[in-house]
């Protein structure tokens, strides 16, 4: 847990439920920071939850919000990925009548809304059930670059270069920043820049969620798989001005010991310009002060 030093009732809290890329994985080398995928509980006081992508880890994520009876959520998807959407047929909120779940994502590149693209994706034979199913009365919202509320809460999406139309979010609530960019396509091997999208959700942040998948080794055989190295991920932290960056999106070859070697030399070379952590499963991040 890091804390920033201000009570929880005044801050974005941000928790972490799945942080893996990909494909869920496990394994005794992968417990620490968790074999799930995609998906982060952002809570704000006085606000009904939001969630960020609704990988496998939203099963659990969903388990507590159930517990916590919540009877309204907002889920924002970057893309829809099945790393990205899986845990949505096991997310307790949409299975549990008299609970509205509202689901944010990007527009599809041949036109399908993205609860159309939702019913193709779950139906015989790869899965049983379908969205209509569901007994959670769901809404679905369609975006490209854009700017809304959700109560006090101002999201801006903003395309990212990633495969197949892909957002990021930015989040500003009571003068605090999020910025979340799951699944992002550096330009090339070693080359360092960022678009004007992802730079607009990132300038300036508290905290920055950041796809995390490659080494830099590892990157060139895979430089046009959608996503970026460890040290890209800082590079844009440090050049969009963020308070911290929290590593995400973990490839599942990286086990418990490779995270902490990455996150160590990272510290290391870059710890003096913005502050480095690794997200794990299970553990939070509060933003205030
Ligand atoms: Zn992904
Ligand atoms: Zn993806």
Not at 133 to 152: K, M, R, S, W, Y
Not at 160 to 174: A, E, F, M, S
Not at 240 to 245: F, K
């Given at each position: ?7 929880i ?7 972490f ?5 990909s ?31 609704l ?33 949505l ?52 919202v ?51 820049e ?75 070379e ?20």
């Amino acid at each position: 847990m890091h804390h920033y030093g201000v009570r929880i009732g005044e801050a974005f809290t941000i928790s972490f439920f799945g942080v893996r890329g990909s494909t869920p994985c496990d394994g005794r080398d992968l417990q620490r920071y968790g074999g799930n995928t995609s998906s982060v509980l952002v809570d704000a006081p006085g606000h009904d939850p939001i969630v960020l992508d609704l990988g496998t880890g939203s099963r659990r994520l969903g388990q507590r919000l159930v517990g916590e009876g919540v009877e309204r959520v907002t889920c924002l998807l970057s893309h829809l990925h099945w790393d990205h959407v899986q845990g949505l047929p096991f997310f307790p909120m949409a299975l549990r009548p008299g609970t509205r779940v509202d689901i944010h994502g990007p527009s599809q590149d041949d036109g399908r809304t993205i609860g159309e693209a939702f019913r193709d994706m779950w139906k015989e034979p790869a899965f049983p059930v379908t969205i209509d199913d569901l007994p959670a009365e769901l809404t679905f919202v369609d975006h490209a670059d854009d700017q809304f509320a959700i109560g006090d809460v101002r999201i801006t999406t903003r395309t990212v270069p990633h495969i197949g139309h892909t957002l990021g979010y930015r989040l500003d609530w009571n003068g605090r920043s999020l910025a979340y960019v799951s699944d992002h396509q550096q330009p090339g091997v070693d080359v360092y820049e960022v678009s004007d999208g992802v730079r607009e959700l990132c300038t300036g942040v508290d905290l920055l969620i950041h796809d995390a998948q490659y080494t830099r080794d590892e990157f060139g055989p895979k430089a046009a798989w959608g996503h970026c190295t460890v040290d890209y991920a800082v590079w844009v932290a440090i050049e969009c001005e963020v308070g911290t960056v929290a590593l995400y999106h973990h490839d599942p070859t990286h086990d418990d010991d490779l995270l902490d070697e990455i996150v160590t030399r990272l510290r290391a070379e870059h710890g003096d310009a913005v502050e480095i952590v690794m997200a794990a499963e299970g553990t939070s991040l509060v933003l205030g002060g």
